[in-house]
């Protein structure tokens, strides 16, 4: 039984995950405002520029103030129009933008209520970080707690990456909740506590650097000028991510929001939303 077990081990080890691309389609973008018409056109016309690295195929709407301050009528103006990619600022129809406690209700339900990604850039009143943001999307980054199979999340990134620029894909373990595992392996006494601690550490960073390896062959197979950077380690997730971002000076984040079992945001993503002010999030 010992010997079919380690075959077994052997051989899953041995089983990877590969990246497969994801044809994204971008054939209606969405700028979702609180301001008056002229104002709305000025700031879609900076988000357009923003974004030159989806190219001059998409149709570009703009929602101003009376098309956005009623949820219904917003969330009923999305389902009608279909855009593949909503655009909007936090706090949106708030002053709240000044306090870093939330990113809005109507921006809580647009990322939740929706089935397409929606853009949270700075507040437009906030206007140092607002214009500091609006600039490139050369330096990007992925976060997710589950980077292994998540070709979708990637896929992402990498078409908001400008030509030539830095694609950093992270996975961070959370160095509590594997601390939590192995004391109670530490309590099963026909497991070799220190073995465990090292074999596991050591396959579940494992996994994602083979994986974001994958991502850096087919990306290049598919002709993609990036540049892919494996960033895959253990911490305290928001802490982890909060420097990573720092030292990589990211101009945009990229993480998922929508979790199939529940109606709130996905996990990670909320505090990060919240803590990160400065830049442009991708919620996807």
Not at 37 to 66: I, S, Y
Not at 92 to 99: D, G, I, P, Q, V
Not at 103 to 126: E, I, S
């Amino acid at each position: 039984m010992i010997k079919v077990d380690q075959f077994e081990s052997v051989f899953k080890s041995a089983a990877k995950l590969n990246f497969k691309r994801q044809e994204l389609s971008f054939q209606k973008i969405a700028v979702v405002t609180d301001l008056e018409e002229a104002e709305a056109k000025t700031l879609a016309a900076r988000v357009r520029a923003f974004l030159q690295v989806l190219g001059d195929g998409p149709e570009w709407m703009v929602l101003d103030r009376g098309q956005s301050e009623r949820v219904e009528q917003l969330l009923g103006l999305v389902t009608q129009e279909k855009p593949e990619l909503l655009v909007t600022y936090r706090n949106l129809h708030s002053a709240a933008w000044r306090w870093p406690h939330s990113l809005g209700p109507r921006l809580d339900v647009l990322t939740q209520a929706t089935r397409c990604p929606v853009m949270v850039l700075p507040h437009p009143r906030d206007v140092s970080a607002f214009d500091a943001s609006m600039q490139h999307t050369e330096v990007v980054m992925a976060v997710t707690d589950h980077l292994v199979g998540d070709s979708r999340l990637v896929s992402y990134a990498a078409s908001f990456t400008e030509k030539g620029g830095d694609l950093f894909l992270t996975h961070i373990e959370d160095d509590a909740i594997f601390e939590r595992y192995i004391e109670v392996i530490s309590k099963i006494p026909s497991i070799n506590t220190e073995n465990a601690r090292e074999q596991i550490i050591k396959q579940l960073l494992k996994e994602p650097r083979d994986y974001i390896e994958s991502c850096r062959r087919e990306l290049k197979e598919e002709g993609l000028d990036l540049r892919i950077h494996s960033e895959v380690r253990t911490g305290h997730h928001l802490i982890e991510y909060k420097q990573l971002v720092e030292d990589h000076s990211v101009q945009l984040l990229v993480m998922n929001t929508k979790d199939e079992d529940q109606l709130a945001m996905h996990g990670l993503a909320y505090p990060l939303a919240v803590e990160l002010r400065q830049i442009p999030l991708l919620m996807v």
